[in-house]
């Protein structure tokens, strides 16, 4: 099936089909939903997409090494030559660069997102609170919205890439958001706090009150009532960002729609748990996520059925729809 991919996105070179299977590799083996979604797009989207995904993987892995030896200098200084290595388009022997450099260039995605985005990696080393919703919007930029905005020319749109970008920037915030709350006691574990300290004293909670909860296993009122209110902020980016799907090349939509619908849910089982994220990580069953990924896979097979359909009656141009057209 991966040769399928390449072949289809004229993927030739060998060393670079290799690289592009790392990726692959790494998608499947750690973003497991992501993949899922993944695999709801056309054969010639996918390579760019697990390309992108390895390098947020790499970046990721630097920052949160398990080797607990390595000084955080250490850390920034991997980061620093990752930046220059693609300020340069220095693969180095690395896989994952040589796929992002090379998606990269072909969708002609802009740089500032991949800066924006190692901008955001750096925080991790130092900053471990938030004392308002601007700073944590400033991280999640670069941390998640750049992600939707680096899709964008990979997934298509009907309409100009201008008006689509507010919605991708969204969906990448509101799956970004949802994770800060799901995994408040394992992001404890690493000393971070992805909630806006402000908006959690005005239910009376804090890092303090966090940390006794996590000792515990269990959460109280206080924290329950401030995780709700977040809830709440969470659920609004995910309807604004809902409306981003109809501005999608048809294609693309079943997948975002897919992933949208999927990561919305681990909302649902936060709230069916009454709020309760210490001991206990919420989740989509397997089976949910197999019928979801079932009838968006359904929906995608017919989308582009009909597009290939249309192109054989017509003979028209639908170079709006493939991956390498440029939305002015």
């Known amino acids: 099936m991966t040769r399928t991919e390449l072949d289809a996105a004229g993927i030739t070179d060998r060393s670079l089909r290799r690289s592009y299977e790392h990726c692959r590799a790494l998608n499947a083996r750690h973003g497991k939903t992501f993949f899922l979604a993944t695999r709801l797009l056309a054969p010639d989207q996918r390579p760019g997409v697990h390309a992108l995904y390895g390098f947020a993987r ?22 620093d030559s990752l930046a220059r290595q693609l300020k340069i388009r220095d693969v180095g022997g690395d896989p994952v660069l040589a796929a992002v450099l090379h998606t990269a260039d072909r969708y002609r995605i802009p740089d500032d997102l991949f800066d924006a985005f190692l901008t955001s990696m750096r925080m991790d080393l130092s900053v471990t609170t938030y004392p308002d919703r601007g700073a944590l919007d400033r991280y999640v930029y670069g941390s998640a919205e750049v992600i939707g905005l680096q899709l964008l020319p990979i997934l298509g749109t009907t309409a100009s890439r201008q008006e689509a970008e507010p919605y991708a920037a969204a969906l990448g915030k509101a799956f970004q958001l949802t994770n800060f709350l799901r995994d408040v006691d394992e992001d404890l574990a690493r000393d971070r706090v992805y909630l806006p300290a402000d908006e959690l004293a005005v239910h009376g909670v804090d890092r303090e009150l966090l940390l006794w909860c996590r000792g515990r296993g269990r959460g109280d009122a206080r924290v329950r009532r401030a995780l709700a209110a977040q809830h709440e902020v969470t659920r609004r980016i995910y309807d604004f ?21 999927l990561y919305s849910e681990i909302l649902d089982r936060i709230e069916d748990s009454d ?16 019928r979801v990924g079932a009838e968006g896979l359904l929906r995608a097979w017919w989308a582009r059925s009909v597009l290939r359909s249309e192109t054989v009656v017509s003979g028209r141009d639908v170079s709006i729809r493939t991956p390498l057209r440029r939305v002015p």
């Open 241 to 261: 960002a809902r409306g981003g799907i109809e501005r999608l090349a048809p294609r693309s939509r079943p997948c975002v729609a897919t992933a949208l619908l």
């Open 275 to 290: 709020f309760e994220v210490f001991g206990h990580r919420a989740a989509v069953g397997t089976r949910r996520r197999v």
């Open 58 to 79: 790499r970046a990721d892995d630097i920052v949160d090494d398990l080797d607990t030896r390595l000084a955080t200098s250490d850390r920034a200084s991997r980061l």
